[in-house]
């Protein structure tokens, strides 16, 4: 990936930018550098988002390359299919996880097909950005996990940053992608601070954030800083954990993920949506149709439970906790240590 | 520059929509006997010689081609068709309105269009005939896939004429639709955004009176489905679809007005489905033959004859090569058609992304050992 970071940019390298600050500095990089990239959503205008994602591209870049767009995802997704296939590349935002629901049709019957059916001659590189994920307090419908979704749908790549870093050079190469991203960003992560490096592995690969040898915590996204914690707990408790950030659920890293799992002999997959037919469940089932000869115990899954996104009092219960993941590694069939 | 202009209402804005859209009566010039209406001006372009001959014969081999569909259809080499059979006009009128250069966005049942367009008509079943989706390069002849789920290729038809006028291309874009397709949500944002942005979209309703089995009056409460146009502060406009020349005449005005950036147009052309809704379907189940011999004397093609007929266009020669133009289509599609078609399983795998992902690597390998595997067990059964 080649990023450049503009003058302002260079300036700011060693101090701490927050994960919505580097979203917008890849979208900023990435229009500066193609003006086929045109930035367009619900209120990402003069606002610049309710995030602040897009703050100032408006004011930067014209009302041409970053506009809002009338309130209907169907729409929105639509009129990027068609600009797309007309040579531009849309980034898209829908304002919240379970409002890109409307979406859904023109995403899985064309976003996701178009390339196959045209047997390559329509290719669309439209990315799909959607805040998601709960711990933010939001009210019903704007905490949802919604990857399961797009996971689900072949012909899309599904990615997520859970790191500052990450966002920038994972939305880069998105955007410069012929394929189409839906790029799910981690709403409670979006004020966690970092300094920016722009340089990153590609799509596709995921990454050891903590090296251990006693068992694997897989996770992306928001629950990649729980996975953390919990390793630094679990030191207490005698385990050594190694936690793996996937990055990309689409493709998968199936290379990363069982090098770590075949180390370790034991894993928990951790997520924010519901187990039950989730992504955790495909994860668990690769990695034991892959590592069952290495595995000391049953892959472990830690998730939201089976049930509508619970209102903010009650969140705490639903989201994968510190304990909850320590609970897991502990029932991973110790006994012969 | 602004993008998200506001329609202009002191401008050139809407000189065919506003003035007319709230009389349902559909804009008719050429009736159903072939008698000229006179509201044309002698000198329109629709009128001229040359033109009127190019039209009809593109009807003449445009139905040849449908009914050539539907008999192969009935043997079992293709897996299904729906016929436009007496919507001719829409199909081909529109077609002969827009530049090479603009977008088109048909749904399943516009393969006469295409071939209108000039796209290979083989390519243009492939779809229906099961070979892949879509058998044609549609950056080549800027014809977007085949559409099937209903009305969602309204916003890309509106994504992609906003595209053009940001790139400063005169390019148009026209969306085709069923009455059917009016009802789905995607045809009304499609609108809506097109009217926003003033975008240079046509979006032409096939209103054929039915969607499958349901009769439009199921479909909507509205006098007419232009007046939707209305509500989008958005042209609109009723024409006889069945008339070729009224439709080429306010496809040619919607293009022209786009063109000059005045924005998007809605255009309702009154015709009717003379066949079942696919060669699956049973259309004695919902209506009656009367209905189907009311229109029968509506026909398209046979309106344009009489009136070239009247004019003496219509010489032996003209007829003459129009007619074997059109079974050469026939046998030409026979014979293609007659022929299995090629199949590659290693397609199923080619075009999902950009480059495989080591998964779809692992699949596709998976399927080649299994197909090599049986290939040896057929040869060591011989
Ligand atoms: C979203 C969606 N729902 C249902 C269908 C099934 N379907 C195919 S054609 C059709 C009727 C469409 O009628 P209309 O829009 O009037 O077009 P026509 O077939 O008359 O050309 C239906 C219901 C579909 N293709 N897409
Ligand atoms: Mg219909």
Known sequence: ?337 | MTVLATPDKTGSGFPLGFDTILDPSPLQYLDEHGALSGVLRDDAPELAPDRLLATWRAMVVGRRFDVQATTMVRQGRLAVYPSSYGQEACEIGAMLALRPTDWFFPTYRDCVSMVTRGIDPVEALTLLRGDWHCGYDPQRWRTAPQCTPLATQAPHAAGLAHAARLAGDDTVALAFCGDGGTSEGDFHEALNFAAVYQAPAIFFVQNNQYAISVPLAKQTHAAALAHKAVGYGMAGVRVDGNDVIAVQHVVGEAAARARAGGGPTLIEAVTYRMQAHTNADDASRYRNDSEVEYWKPRDPLARLEAYLKACGLLTDAVVAEADQAAEALADDLRTRLGEEPEVDHRDLFRHVYARPTPQLLEQAAGLQAELDAAELDAEAGR
Not at chain 1, 82 to 99: H, L, W
Not at chain 1, 163 to 191: C, G, H, Q
Request: aromatic share 8%.
């Open chain 1, 1 to 337: 990936m080649t990023a450049t970071l503009d003058a302002a940019g260079r300036a700011a390298q060693n101090t701490e930018i927050s994960l919505a600050q580097a979203v917008n500095r890849a979208l900023r990089d990435a229009m500066t550098a193609d003006e086929k990239v045109v930035v367009f959503g619900e209120d990402v205008g003069v606002l610049g988002g309710v995030f602040r994602v897009t703050d100032g591209l408006t004011r930067d870049f014209g009302e041409q390359r970053c506009f809002d767009t009338p309130l209907a995802e169907a729409g929105i997704m639509g009129t990027a299919i068609g600009m797309a296939m007309y040579g531009y590349r849309p980034v898209v935002e829908m304002q919240f996880d379970a409002f890109s629901y409307p979406a859904f049709e023109q995403i899985a019957s064309h976003l996701a097909k178009m390339r196959n059916r045209t047997r390559g001659a329509l290719p669309l590189p439209v990315v799909v950005r959607v805040p998601y994920g709960g711990g933010i307090g939001g009210v019903e419908h704007h905490s949802d996990s919604s990857e399961g979704y797009f996971v689900a749908t072949p012909g899309l790549h599904v990615v997520t940053p859970a790191t500052v870093s990450d966002a920038y050079t994972m939305l880069r190469a998105a955007i410069e992608s012929d394929d189409p991203v839906i790029f799910m960003e981690p709403k409670r992560l979006y004020w966690s601070k970092d300094v920016l490096s722009t340089t990153g592995p590609e799509i596709g690969r995921a990454a050891i954030r903590r090296q251990g040898t006693d068992a694997t915590l897989i996770a992306y996204g928001p629950t990649v800083s729980t996975a953390l914690e919990t390793a630094e707990a679990a030191r207490a408790e005698g385990y050594d954990l190694e936690v793996v950030d996937l990055r990309s659920i689409v493709p998968f890293d199936d290379e990363t993920v069982c090098a770590s799992v075949r180390k370790t002999g034991r894993a928990v997959v951790i997520h924010e949506a519901a187990g039950f037919g989730g992504t955790g469940a495909e994860i668990a089932a690769r990695v034991s149709e892959r590592c069952f000869h290495w595995l000391e115990a049953p892959v472990r899954r830690v998730t939201g439970f089976d049930i509508p996104y619970p209102p903010p009092k009650l969140e705490r219960h639903h989201l994968p906790s510190v304990d909850r993941i320590l609970d897991a590694v502990a029932s991973l069939q110790w006994e012969d240590r």
